[in-house]
């Protein structure tokens, strides 16, 4: 039992300077943490697309694996484009949120409306939430990187405050060994 113990706090003092490092790291370049991670999924969807036209050629060929091999070299495609231009691909998944969030803003509005027409209850905290969100989604459509930026400063603080508490669970609890 004792040396499980050891073992997970080693694990621990692992995982938390992980933890740190990463976290410094997404606070001091997150634009190069957002390139990266967008680079990696290119990256994942360029090899699945190898494996499954591998996988294409040494099948027999039917119709419905022939719609396959075109999707494939679709995903392909969008896979290379996401290593090469992955600034781009950021901007377009921010700005869809940022709209996704205006819409429903406008939703939350017209929902608070109806709440004083019809049933008469307290609408003004729903109209003021509907409204923050409407302005975020309108701060995210305008500037997608910078609000990408502070998304990976916000984790990569989170994950060093996570990796120092590991760390210091780790010397802290010595006295058990």
Not at 13 to 39: Q, S, T
Not at 51 to 75: P, Y
């Amino acid at each position: 039992m004792k040396e499980k113990v050891i073992g997970i706090l080693r694990n621990k003092l692992v995982i938390g300077l992980a933890f740190l490092l990463l976290g410094i790291g997404l606070v001091i370049v997150p634009e190069a943490y957002i390139k990266a991670v967008v680079r990696i999924m290119g990256a994942v969807l360029v090899v699945t697309a190898v494996f499954r036209v591998i996988l294409f050629i040494k099948s027999e060929k039917k119709t419905a694996d022939i719609i396959g091999l075109i999707f494939t070299v679709i995903f392909a495609l969008f896979g290379i484009f996401m290593i090469v231009y992955p600034s781009l691909v950021v901007r377009f998944i921010y700005v869809v949120f940022g709209l996704l969030l205006v819409t429903d803003g406008i939703g939350g509005l017209v929902y608070s409306v109806n709440m004083l027409r019809k049933v008469g209850l307290p609408w003004i905290p729903f109209a003021v939430i509907s409204l923050i969100v409407i302005a975020m989604g309108i701060i995210i459509v305008l500037n997608p990187f910078e609000t990408a930026e502070w998304l990976y400063r916000f984790i990569g603080i989170s994950m060093a405050v996570s990796g120092i508490c590991d760390i210091v669970a780790f010397f802290t609890k010595k006295s058990f060994r």
